[in-house]
């Protein structure tokens, strides 16, 4: 921690001359003054002390904590570190004051359980704070899961992003293209290229050496036909912000087999449907933490069904749709590849 208690005043660590004398905000406990030469100077607790307050603060924890604190006040920002807030126990890493209201800060450098982060952000709601999650260099490093960007996806700027604060330069950094079709990278691709891509990869999935993923993966599915083979409509060539824990085109193909195993002229009202499809997604929703994902949730499944309506699929008719006809299997992966590659798309699947 870069700030302890010292008769009654808070004291910041590179402003601590004393060596003694400083007791830690949160349990009162006597803290040790530590700095060095290589070290940013810190408070630390005595060895055995149960506080949580400073526990396992990495070097560049502390740095970026000191640069958060002199980027906000050049901004002109009121802020401070380490604010105690004894009504739930919690210290923000720093509580800024934007525009009449307090926010909270967080750098994080270490793990942290989607559980634990719903319980911090739960008491920061509770006192009225906003919040913002900056991600430490250990979550730069490592290729991001879609469970951990969904648990730190933030508003950002009306769109849904990932916040990294780089300590090497001392640097704010947005992300927000996380979003993907399944089975690509990056984004940009003609729908018929992710097409391509995709069916190429259920083929290897299927039949390749897939490993251990690809055999749960494909354990869901309850047909044994060639995925590789299944009806354009499954494809999600438009990207989307992680937000399942398989990919889209998984899901797209369970819904497409249970839409086969119903009668022609089956009727939704448009919030049965909304349920219909919803029940299809249910227990692969990953978990969000910093943002309601309704609206995400909303475009995931308005997507499809848009896609569904446009190969007549589903028909709109008053107060909700009608199945119109069954989606299409493929009678081989051949003949898929052989239409996209003759550019048959433009009548069958309605893509550019
Ligand atoms: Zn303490």
């Known amino acids: 921690m870069l700030v302890a208690m010292k008769a009654g005043q808070l004291v ?14 949160g349990c009162h ?3 040790v003054l530590r700095r060095g030469r290589h070290k940013i100077a810190h408070f630390a607790h005595r060895p055995g002390s149960q506080c949580q307050l400073g526990e396992g ?45 307090r926010v909270a800060i967080e750098f994080q450098c270490s793990p942290l359980s989607l559980k634990r982060l719903r319980e911090r952000n739960a008491g920061y709601r509770q006192c009225g704070i906003g919040f ?3 991600l430490g260099a250990p979550y730069q490093r490592r290729h991001l899961q879609g469970p951990k960007i969904a648990q730190f996806t933030q508003e950002v700027a009306g769109q849904p992003g990932l916040l ?26 003609r729908p018929v290229s ?45 990207p989307t912000w992680p937000l399942l824990d398989e990919p889209v085109i998984i899901w797209r193909i369970r819904v497409v087999m249970a839409l086969t195993r119903l009668p022609i002229f089956y009727f939704w ?7 219909w499809l919803m029940a299809t997604v249910a227990g692969h929703w990953l978990g969000f933490a ?38 299409h299997w493929f009678a081989s992966v051949a003949e898929k590849l052989n239409l996209l590659v003759r550019g048959g798309l433009l009548s069958v699947g309605g893509l550019e």
């Open 194 to 238: 992710v097409v391509k891509v995709q069916t190429r990869h259920l083929d290897s999935l299927q039949y390749g050496r897939g490993g251990i993923a690809a055999r749960q993966l494909l354990a869901k599915l309850p047909s044994r036909r060639p995925l590789a083979a299944c009806p354009l409509v499954c494809h999600d060539t438009v």
């Open 269 to 275: 009202s448009q919030a049965r449907w909304q349920g």
């Open 12 to 25: 910041l660590a590179d402003n601590a001359h004393d060596k003694t004398g400083y007791s830690c905000p």
């Open 290 to 327: 910093c943002l309601d994902p309704h609206e995400l949730r909303s475009g995931l499944l308005g997507n499809f069904t848009r896609d569904l309506l446009r190969e007549q699929i589903l028909i709109a008719c008053p107060g909700g749709y009608v199945l119109f006809r069954h989606p």
């Open 164 to 189: 990294f604060w780089d300590t090497r330069v001392g640097r704010l950094v947005v992300r927000r293209d996380l979003v993907r079709c399944s089975f690509t990278h990056g984004t940009g691709m």
């Open 29 to 31: 406990e006597p803290v």
């Open 57 to 101: 603060e990495t070097a560049e924890h502390l740095l970026g904590k000191r640069q958060l604190l002199q980027w906000y006040r050049q901004r002109g920002d009121r802020v401070e570190l380490e604010v105690y807030l004894s009504q739930i126990a919690q210290r923000p890493d720093l509580l800024l004051i934007e525009r009449g209201h």
């Open 132 to 134: 913002h999650w900056l």
